[in-house]
């Protein structure tokens, strides 16, 4: 077995990686994503695969984000056949966003090719459960806490007459066992230990702050954010929101803000504008009514955080549960553009339907008028796309409007630009040079460029912590170590892939530092080698445990 790092290499998306065993006439994928906003992109994206698709007998997908599924449809395309295996919740959210994905005029691919990938979930969704997928291969799954559905692999093959492994950790969630901070995935889970792994580093760089890690700490955060912003100023706070976990998490997170203060908010409605967020939103609410939702006393189908009664000192697991299901899956509708009646609790609604409905333009416009206190999830995070962008149009030359970022954002996204301002105090926006640029496609419908002065945001422009997905240092240390300096690595050879430069340096080493520490019952240090991988075009031989 041999593998080439197709990506993502000094980049954060994009990744996929390449298997072939040419012993047993395999050869497969880790993860195929787009890359966004990051240098290549472009080419990546639509350039021809370095590979035939139709050679490949399957996919491994770790998670339902578009830098990991985003390329999927064009594999089946260009003739790939096979399972993609993930978990079922997985295969849900993906299908959701490439739908949403199909009906922007810049998409990749055909919306009807979406229907023909075959997606498969491996031991019937079960953790550490062996899978086989054929000519030797088996796999295990093991949760990542990042997302609904993310997974790491244990790939296991037939290497002489014994077996070979190596775990890809796909994305790695910020919340290992006991150190829960988030209020709706569990905590990672330890993969047994492989021959090699594949390791993510975006923040091999950064570790945070332990109130970023605090449940509380975060609330207090958000609700100064709200009161500021709704409050005192009377505006629309506008959250850019990713439809998948971040949306989910701010929702819970401000419906126990409401139900903590419910007066103090009386005159304040909350918004869900984001049709793939609302759709997500069901996917989570099945999975609480499912058998796969939580094992009580175990994790062996288990997704939710059960220290949500502890957080909230009220309630049984199963009580807290339905509550998390109130919130994602009720409240009034603005149209009925979705068969299903939806209807959030108190004063949170979703918003649902078309710019050529009447109910719908009128609610959001009055909206955008910005001269009435409301909060506004809406989607995309970065602001790329998606619906934010008309809201961002009309509220930001508005000084009552607050926009939040709840987490991270590329510099090179509008997003990133916008966030610039939130340093630069408003008697000198009033001198900038330059415009804001960009497109507005209402429902990916042919739209109209919006070209903004600078001079012109008056917004208040703001960012918390506290929402990341993604472990930091400390969470990838541990991950490696097996949170424990007496157990085995979770590998002793290790590639540290997705990150930029500074981060996987930084991880590798940390991560030499403290397998230096480290000692086996003889007092020998450990044997430990990270590798940085640094040419997509050079093949890694895993049977030999040499590059080529």
């Not at 910005?370 to 008309?390: F, H, Q």
């Amino acid at each position: 077995m041999k593998i080439r790092f197709l990506g993502p290499l000094d980049r954060v998306t994009g990744s996929c990686s390449w298997l072939v065993d040419e012993a047993a006439g395999v050869q497969f994928l880790v993860d195929c994503g787009t890359m966004q906003s990051e240098p290549g992109e472009r080419e990546w994206n639509s350039g021809a695969f370095p590979f035939d698709p139709s050679a490949l007998d399957f996919v491994l997908l770790t998670h339902p984000h578009q830098d990991h599924y985003g390329l999927i449809p064009r594999l089946v395309e260009a003739g790939f056949s096979g399972p993609v295996y993930c978990t079922h919740e997985t295969a849900e959210i993906t299908r959701i966003g490439l739908e949403d994905a199909a009906r922007f005029r810049d998409a990749r691919f055909s919306e009807e090719t979406i229907p023909r990938i075959r997606f498969v979930t491996p031991s019937g969704g079960k953790f550490n459960e062996p899978h086989d997928v054929g000519k030797g291969i088996a796999v295990r799954m093991y949760r990542t806490g990042h997302t609904l559905g993310a997974v790491s692999f244990r790939v296991r093959w037939e290497c002489g007459g014994q077996g070979k492994t190596v775990t890809f950790s796909g994305d790695i969630g910020s919340a290992p066992a006991g150190r829960e901070h988030m209020p709706i995935i569990g905590h990672s889970l330890v993969p047994t230990p492989a021959h090699f792994a594949v390791v993510e580093s975006t923040y091999g760089d950064a570790t945070r702050d332990p109130s970023e890690k605090d449940f509380e700490a975060r609330l207090e955060r958000l609700t100064a954010v709200i009161d500021r912003a709704t409050l005192e100023r009377s505006g629309v706070l506008v959250i850019p929101s990713f439809a998948t976990e971040r949306a989910q998490n701010l929702l819970y997170d401000i419906s126990v803000i409401y139900a903590r203060n419910p007066k103090k908010y009386l005159d304040v409605p909350v918004y869900l504008d984001a049709p793939m967020a609302s759709k997500i939103n069901k996917v989570y609410a099945q999975r609480i009514d499912s058998h796969h939702a939580y094992e009580p006393g175990g994790d062996a189908c288990g997704w939710f955080n059960r220290r949500l009664p502890d957080w909230l000192g009220t309630g049984s697991f199963d009580e807290v549960m339905a509550g998390l299901k109130a919130v994602l899956s009720r409240g009034r509708k603005h149209s009925n553009h979705d068969d299903d009646p939806v209807e959030y609790p108190e004063r949170i609604h979703q918003v649902i339907g078309s710019d050529n409905e009447e109910s719908f333009r009128n609610m959001r416009h009055a909206l955008m008028q910005g001269d009435r206190p409301a909060i506004v999830l809406t989607s995309s995070g970065m602001c790329e796309g998606g619906r934010v962008l008309s809201y961002l149009e009309r509220l930001l030359p508005l000084e009552k409007t607050t926009i939040l970022f709840p987490g991270y954002v590329s510099r090179r996204a509008l997003g990133g630009r916008i966030l610039e301002f939130a340093d630069i105090p408003f008697e000198e926006r009033r001198s900038l040079d330059g415009e804001l640029e960009w497109d507005v496609q209402p429902n990916g419908s042919c739209g109209h460029r919006v070209r903004m002065p600078r001079r012109a945001v008056k917004a208040h422009i703001e960012r918390i912590g506290g929402y990341s997905g993604h472990a930091d240092q400390s969470d990838l240390l541990d991950w490696v170590f097996r949170r424990d300096d007496l157990m085995p690595l979770v590998a002793p050879h290790l590639f540290l892939v997705h990150g930029s430069t500074g981060s996987r340096h930084a991880l590798r080493d940390a991560i030499t530092a403290r397998a230096a520490t480290r000692h086996d019952a003889a007092g020998n240090i450990e044997p430990l080698r990270v590798d940085l991988p640094t040419d997509p075009d050079r093949w890694f031989d895993l049977d030999q445990g040499e590059w080529e």
